[in-house]
């Protein structure tokens, strides 16, 4: 019989997925997860398989949040308003995982632009949560009084504006290059929906 973990899972996940969002699936190694979450081989493998299966976990942990933060947004803040600060509150801090930065772009956008022509089934599910992320944007757009056909429209330039700042995020932009555009982009949709 197999003993059970004896660390903290969820704590482990989270100190994975900041190692995978800041490196990249491909140049984290096992021994550099093994070191990071602070567990042994054995464990590692008892506990998540392997690499691949917890890098999968970790990117629906940060999808998770990333849902999480937006819906507590919604209740306290107009729909429009909380999709503006989702677009340029990324840009100040990262979001997710204990010391995070912004220049990490977002771990789900990295992994499509990684993965690309590696392993497209890792594409297909960071792809599918970046589908959900867009399906919440039509839903915050038809809140604020789009039309349905307004919202996807507008949901889809959304998602483009979004993966946009992720990668340019990487570059390490000062915030004044991203933040007009962003303005911009929000004056002219709320004039859409007006």
């Not at 220049?103 to 992994?111: E, K, P, R, T, Y």
Request: charged residues 20%; proline residues 4%.
């Amino acid at each position: 019989m197999a003993r059970p973990p004896e660390f903290d899972r969820s704590k482990a996940v989270n100190k994975a997925m900041a190692l995978f969002w800041r490196k990249g699936y491909q140049a984290t190694s096992l021994t550099d997860l093994l070191s990071a979450m602070d567990i042994g081989r054995s464990s590692f493998y008892a506990a998540f398989t392997d690499k691949r299966t917890l890098y999968i976990a970790c990117m629906d942990l940060f999808a998770a949040r990333v849902t999480e933060m937006l819906e507590r947004a919604c209740l306290e803040k107009a729909p429009i308003d909380v999709l503006q600060q989702f677009l340029e509150g990324n840009l100040a801090g990262g979001r997710g995982a204990p010391g995070a930065r912004a220049d990490w772009g977002c771990l789900l956008v990295n992994s499509v632009l990684e993965m690309a022509g590696v392993d497209e089934d890792l594409v297909a599910h960071a792809s599918s949560h970046l589908i959900s992320l867009q399906r919440f944007f039509q839903v915050c757009l038809e809140d604020a009084g789009a039309t349905p056909a307004q919202s996807e429209e507008l949901a889809a330039m959304l998602m483009l504006l979004n993966e946009g700042i992720r990668v340019s995020s990487r570059r390490r932009l000062p915030d004044a290059q991203h933040l007009p555009p962003i303005a911009s982009t929000f004056r002219l949709i709320r004039s859409a929906i007006a």
